[in-house]
Every structure is written in structure tokens, then in C-alpha cells.
């Protein structure tokens, strides 16, 4: 496999002098650009893009400090992981999610849920704010919220784990490679939960992580196809992950 700027990378790793590192970094900014764009997380007040910008290319030196293209895979294929690592773990650092938010948001899915058994069709937003006591605004807000709290860590907020440190669910399965066969059996039950979950969404929002996961495309990209805003499609992410953490009940850990 051919590595793109193969040139390029062969003067860099001839002598690894700091001008041609320099012209590695400009040459692949675009690249740190693009991962803080897809993100669409609100940063904190002390923080802003240019600041997570800065994690990025932090990662981006990391990546380029690590790459061997002997290896004959192309540097945005092995940076992007770096890029978007610094920045989660800095947003990871600046973002905690007070207990009371984790509530609500389990009061929303609670709502969403009993109102689709009820109706048996699509929710409103208006019918579960009304149901919550609180305005149809502000649970959009909740869904924003709950949208970020899933894009710096899927995994923790699907099954669970409220953004604290420690142990994830991935962490406790055994590898798949090992020769344990309880872990491989829970890793191949929980896959089968989320591809029926996934199933179960409504179209709108399985198309909404369809294109944000699987498509690559910004939440600003899916509201230009869509035809909605930005910000509402972050809801309807939001709203859409937290109808899967509720079908993937059975596999949240206790703690």
C-alpha cells in the first residue's frame, strides 16, 4: 500500500529536523481542524475552539513524533485516533456532569419511553417537557447536554458509567483474541443489543447516527441534508442516544 506523501515523510525521517517537522504540522492542520469541528461540543467558558485546537495539534505532534510509513498505513488514518484523543481528554478534564443532569436525563428516557407505549408512534419533545414540568427549551437543552456527554464518551454514557474515571465496560471484557469465553460471549451479546437498538430508533434519529458514526459527516453537514439546524440535530442525537442506553439497560454495570 502506497503512502500518501511518501516524499515528504522520507526527508522528514532522514534527519527529523525541526523544519520539515513545521511543514508536517501545516500540512496536516486541516486535519486537527476538521476533528474539532465534528465534535460540535460547547466548550466551557475557559476554553474555546482555538484552545482545543491547541490539544489537537499536541496530538497531531504525538502522531507524527509515532508514524512509520514503513507500515503502509497512510499518517491521517494513524493521526486521527492521536487528534481526537488529546482533544476528548481535554474536554474530558473540563467537563463534569453534576448528578442532577444524569437524572434527567434518566427522567427524559423514563418519559420517552412510557409516552412511545402509550402512543405507540413518535414523541413530541412538547408532550415529554410537559411531562417532566419543564419547558420544551430547556429539555433541548437536556438533549444537547446528553448529546455531549455521549460524543466524549459513547460507551460511558451508554451503559452508564456517568463520566467517572476508572474501568470501562470495555475494559472488563476479555479480549476476543483470548481464550476466555465468557467475555467473548458478553462482547458478542452487547453487540447484538446495540444492532437491535439501533433497529428499534426512529428513522430520523438512526439516520442522525448513521451519518454523525458511520458517515463521518459534522452535525453541521447532517442539518444542511436534513434541512434542520445545527442545534437540532445535536438534539436529536442526544435524544437518539439515549433511547439506546434504555434498550442496552441489561448491560449496564452496577456499581
Not at 494513524?78 to 467537563?95: K, T, V
Not at 412538547?126 to 419547558?135: C, H, Q, Y
Request: proline letters at 4%; a negative charge; aromatic letters at 6%.
Amino acid at each position: 500500500m502506497a503512502v500518501k506523501d511518501s516524499a515528504l515523510w522520507t526527508s522528514y525521517l532522514a534527519g527529523r529536523d525541526s523544519p520539515r517537522r513545521q511543514e508536517l504540522v501545516l500540512k496536516y492542520l486541516p486535519l486537527v481542524k476538521y476533528h474539532v469541528n465534528r465534535l460540535a461540543v460547547k466548550p466551557p467558558r475557559h476554553l474555546d475552539q482555538e484552545d482545543l485546537v491547541g490539544y489537537g495539534i499536541v496530538g497531531l505532534l504525538e502522531a507524527i513524533d509515532r508514524y512509520d510509513p514503513s507500515r503502509g498505513v497512510n499518517f491521517e488514518t494513524f493521526a486521527s485516533q492521536r487528534i481526537r484523543g488529546a482533544i476528548l481528554d481535554a474536554l474530558r478534564r473540563a467537563h463534569w456532569a453534576p448528578r442532577t443532569l444524569v437524572e434527567k436525563l434518566r427522567q427524559a428516557s423514563k418519559i420517552y419511553r412510557e409516552l412511545e407505549q402509550q402512543g405507540g408512534g413518535e414523541v413530541p419533545d412538547g408532550a415529554v417537557a410537559a411531562a417532566m414540568g419543564i419547558p420544551e427549551e430547556e429539555l433541548r437543552e437536556l438533549m444537547e447536554r446528553g448529546a455531549q456527554m455521549a460524543i466524549l464518551s459513547l460507551e460511558d454514557f451508554l451503559l452508564d458509567q456517568e463520566g467517572e474515571e476508572g474501568t470501562t465496560r470495555g475494559e472488563l471484557l476479555a479480549d476476543p483474541d483470548s481464550p476466555d469465553p465468557v467475555g467473548i460471549y458478553e462482547q458478542g451479546e452487547l453487540h447484538r443489543a446495540l444492532t437491535a437498538a439501533l433497529e428499534n430508533l426512529k428513522e430520523k434519529d438512526r439516520l442522525v447516527l448513521t451519518l454523525y458514526y458511520y458517515e463521518g459527516l459534522t452535525l453541521k453537514e447532517i442539518g444542511k441534508i436534513l434541512g434542520i439546524s445545527e442545534s437540532r440535530v445535536c438534539q436529536l442525537h442526544g435524544r437518539a442516544v439515549l433511547n439506546l442506553r434504555r434498550q442496552l439497560a441489561d448491560f449496564v454495570i452496577d456499581g
